[in-house]
């Protein structure tokens, strides 16, 4: 697939806590759909413009809206860098869905989240399905829960030194894709950090991936989940746990051969990147 254009309008906003937000808009009004795109851990909105196959510009050539959270302590947004609360950026996730549909009424809104992101998105979905025309993840940070007595002493550093790095999880940088030249770019990238995972979203990221699992019940909504299966960074079969979990009728797990955690970037980006398009416009369309 080509290289989407940049012929788009670009804006930046604040939420109420001071969190960054982004919207990208095509340059003729009236859009398709709204796509809310949630990054992942260390990077921010504004990356997916020109990296993760430059999925930003090739939504807002298709006549969809873009928008984008920067999670506190990431890109634009306030705070230590890469140090984020999980339960407060989903509530930071919902304003700005509320925000998405008061600017947007009657236009389908479609939830994709990458990684942590991916995480932050099914926590805003269950915390509120109402409005969501469909949801898309992307190697998403779904977690298996802790023994009961690790998860206390978790609880205890977290009231302490909640920026403290849990030991032994920084991931190996080619380990997000097998694109040397994008491992080079996300290395020389000023505005990513290069520290490891905190306490405090270690520890949060545990609580919402509690609550997304007590709502698998309750969730409907139209959903893809793509991973691919030598990822490094998050677990392939939670993914396939998760989509078998959900009591949506309209799901599909895509898992990716040898595929890297960044999977739009990857090997098989381009496949991946024709197979987004295309669900979301199915999406779209069913609206």
């Not at 090739?58 to 609360?85: C, E, F, K, Q």
Request: glycine share 8%; hydrophobic share 40%; charged share 20%.
């Amino acid at each position: 697939m080509s290289t989407g254009t940049q012929d788009f309008k670009h804006e930046t906003i604040k939420l109420s806590r001071g969190t960054a937000a982004h919207i990208w808009r095509p340059q003729q009004a009236p859009y398709t759909a709204v796509v809310l795109l949630q990054h992942g851990f260390a990077e921010y909105a504004e990356r997916y413009v020109t990296s993760h196959h430059n999925v930003i510009s090739h939504l807002v050539s298709a006549n969809y809206i873009v928008y984008a959270m920067d999670m506190w302590g990431h890109g634009g947004s306030p705070g230590t860098r890469g140090v984020v609360h999980i339960n407060t950026a989903v509530k930071d996730h919902i304003e700005l869905r509320k925000l998405v549909l008061e600017q947007n009424p009657d236009v389908p809104i479609i939830l994709f989240g990458h990684s942590l992101g991916g995480l932050v998105t099914a926590g805003s979905t269950v915390a509120d399905q109402k409005d969501i025309k469909a949801v898309l993840l992307t190697g998403p940070a779904f977690v298996e829960p802790l023994p009961y007595m690790l998860r206390l002493a978790t609880g205890v550093i977290v009231r302490l030194v909640p920026k403290w790095q849990v030991p032994g999880r920084k991931g190996a940088l080619d380990g997000l894709t097998r694109d040397v030249q994008e491992v080079e770019r996300f290395r020389d990238d000023p505005l990513i950090p290069n520290d490891g995972i905190s306490f405090l979203l270690a520890a949060t990221a545990l609580d919402v991936n509690q609550d997304i699992v007590a709502g698998f019940a309750d969730w409907t909504v139209p959903t893809l989940v793509l991973h691919g299966n030598a990822d490094t960074y998050c677990d392939w079969k939670a993914s396939e746990k998760f989509v078998n979990g959900i009591a949506s009728e309209d799901k599909e797990l895509g898992i990716y051969e040898e595929g890297r955690h960044e999977i739009l970037h990857d090997l098989e980006g381009d496949a991946v990147l024709e197979r987004i398009m295309a669900w979301i416009g199915k999406q779209a369309r069913a609206a």
